[in-house]
Each structure stands twice: as C-alpha cells, then as structure tokens.
C-alpha cells in the first residue's frame, strides 16, 4: 500500500528553544499559527534560518541528537521530512545507507567495458591483447599496435582492468 499523506492526521510539536513548530508531517510554521512554510519548489534539505527541518522534526518527536549521530532520510529523498522516513543514525549508518539507496549497485553494471564511455578499448582489442600475451608477444609489440601504454597492456594481461572479461 503506498503512502497517502492524505490520510495521516498532522501532529504539531514545538521545536525545542525556537519559536517554530513542526508537524510529523515534515511541515514548519510560526509557534503564533501563522501559515506553513511553502516548501513545494524545494528539491534538497529544507531550512529555516541555518537549521534543517529533518532536524526539528527528530528533536519535536524523537528527542535530542544522540552524540555522534546525525539524521537519516531512510527513502533518500532529501526534502520528505515526515517523522516515518527519518532516524537518527551514526555517520558510518548513514555513509553505507546512502550507497545502498541512492547508489545501489545495479547502477554502474552497464558501464562496464564498451559500455562505459571513458573506455579507449573495445572488448575485442582486450580479447587480442590476451591472446598474443598467451602466445609469447613482447607488450612492446601491443602497446605500437593498440596505441596503449604498457601499465594498461599489462592490467589488461593480469585482469587487473577489464576483469569482467
């Protein structure tokens, strides 16, 4: 089932030594009951003055930062402040979340070899390099006919580069 912000009731707290409120929500407002914050066009963190929003919310529902911690968006999308997609984490917890959701492996599969386009070598040149490695060629040889160096003949040689092959 997806999540319809629709259907949550919105709880205002008080954010701790300010004169805002936020709501479970991620929403931020005046603790005089002006108006929320528009946070619609934001696209990164959202702020108020120099503090976070993911902050205030943590501190208003959660309590304080626990030494060594800091805030975890755990969809990974930045500016959804509501108090179910955050936590309080260390920064290694965080470091590793954010290369499992936002980096996560699948990603970089397809630029291997002629398909990455940083790559000077096709994968047939690479198949040839072994080839004449395995019948005696000197690298020499390999470096005038690929018009490579002879540090990427030998990576290619010792599967050090282009190991998918």
Known sequence: MSFSPSLQIEEWRSVPNTYVEVSNLGNLRHK????PWDKSSKKEYVYHGTSSVH???LEAFIGPCPPGHECNHKNGVKNDNRLENLEWVTKSENTKHSYRVLYPPEMFHHHDGDNNPNSSISEEAVLQIREMAAKGYPQWVME????????QISAIILRKSWRHI
């Open 144 to 151: 005038i006919k690929f018009k490579m160096s002879q540090s």
């Open 32 to 35: 005089r009951g002006k108006q």
């Open 55 to 57: 902050r205030f919310v």
